[in-house]
């Protein structure tokens, strides 16, 4: 069992930054990919970023290329999201999320999710 809280969101300014953290409880979070995703409102969640479990790779999407790095740290088992030149379209819920001993960014792989963190930004 994995539990996973989010935190670090606000409102930010067009162009701003923003660093979003994914505390994770257990004992076995390296041996979990970390994912990222939002949901914005009247859309559907979408994959933003993952950190594979056994390397360490990344993976973004097209949106956040360039803007947004994820991060991990599996001493403190928690993951990050560095999000600068932050846009009116990356409003939304943020989410991180936890897949087991795979690299997929398909929703369906994660097993655990925490509860979001809602980001702003204003133009």
């Known amino acids: 069992q994995v539990q996973l809280q989010e935190s670090g969101g606000g409102l930010v300014q067009a162009g701003g930054s923003l660093r979003l953290s994914c505390a994770a409880s257990?004992?076995?979070?390296?041996?979990?990919?970390m994912g990222w995703f939002r949901r914005a409102p009247g859309k559907e969640r979408e994959f933003v970023a993952m950190?594979?479990?056994?390397?360490?790779?990344?993976t973004y999407a097209d949106s956040v290329k360039g803007r947004f790095t994820i991060s991990r740290d599996n001493a403190k088992t928690t993951a990050y999201l560095q999000m600068n030149s932050l846009k009116p379209e990356d409003t939304a819920v943020y989410y991180c999320a936890a897949a087991f001993r795979t690299t997929a960014v398909a929703s369906p792989y994660y097993n655990y999710w925490g509860q979001g963190t809602q980001v702003t930004v204003s133009s």
């Open positions: 950190i594979a479990w056994r390397d360490g790779d990344t």
């Open positions: 257990g004992r076995t979070f390296s041996s979990y990919s």
